[in-house]
């Protein structure tokens, strides 16, 4: 079982660039999310998708874009890179109720 | 105002001593309360969670939840330098597992 795993671990991008987070869990959880951490700010969420093809803003969306297609994969796309994105990005994935497990996060730079 | 208000800290205590963290929250709607533990350069791990009102307890970590006063809290017993992390409040609706509201977090050091 490896739980809720990302990729890739560290990622620089130059402004206006586009890229793809990628996040994967196997435990058959309905609900995933990603989240930006940054200092002193806690975690903020971006999405999150209760299930199969549905999906929902959270409190900071701007300038990504999800989507789900299996229950196993939510990945996230930043559109165009801009340098107020800098941060650390964690997937998470749960039940319906409460705890969420956390991926290992993904370390961005926009230069 | 934030929902989730949490003493970012730092707070530094010496080895052994009793560690209380706190979070204050305005939305009375909350029903799920977590504490995650989260070490430099890692994912959040889960440490106590608690459905509504009471306490909890899992071995050295005491979980309270007082909704009357939208007051959590965190108890660390014996704290030891394994304890150094910074400590995430997190809380959810009902059936709303997927979007979790997070305090600032705090960060904790234990000097041997």
């Known amino acids: 079982n490896a739980g809720v795993t990302q990729t890739p671990k560290f990622q620089v991008l130059k402004t206006g660039q586009s890229m793809t987070l990628q996040c994967a869990q196997d435990?058959?959880?309905?609900?995933m999310s990603w989240y930006r951490q940054d200092p002193g700010m806690g975690l903020r969420l971006i999405h999150y998708s209760v299930g199969a093809g549905i999906t929902d803003q959270g409190e900071v969306p701007n300038g990504y874009n999800v989507s789900r297609s299996t229950t196993e994969d939510f990945p996230l796309r930043l559109l165009s890179a801009a340098p107020s994105q800098t941060s650390v990005y964690f997937c998470?994935?749960?039940?319906?109720?409460?705890?969420?497990?956390f991926g290992p996060g993904t370390r961005l730079t926009v230069t | 105002q934030k929902e989730v208000e949490q003493d970012p800290g730092p707070l530094s205590v010496p080895e052994g001593a009793i560690v209380s963290l706190n979070c204050t929250y305005s939305?009375?709607?909350?029903?799920?309360f977590m504490w995650y533990r989260q070490y430099s350069r890692k994912g959040p791990e889960l440490l106590m969670y608690?459905?509504?009102?009471g306490n909890k307890e899992d071995g050295r970590f005491t979980a309270q939840v007082d909704k009357s006063s939208k007051y959590i809290s965190l108890f660390i017993r014996d704290s030891q330098p394994s304890d150094s992390a910074t400590y995430l409040c997190a809380m959810s609706l009902y059936n709303q597992g997927g979007k979790l509201i997070f305090g600032q977090g705090t960060e904790l050091s234990v000097k041997p």
């Open positions: 608690t459905y509504s009102s």
């Open positions: 435990m058959n959880h309905e609900y």
């Open positions: 998470a994935s749960s039940y319906v109720q409460g705890v969420q497990y």
């Open positions: 939305n009375s709607a909350f029903q799920y």
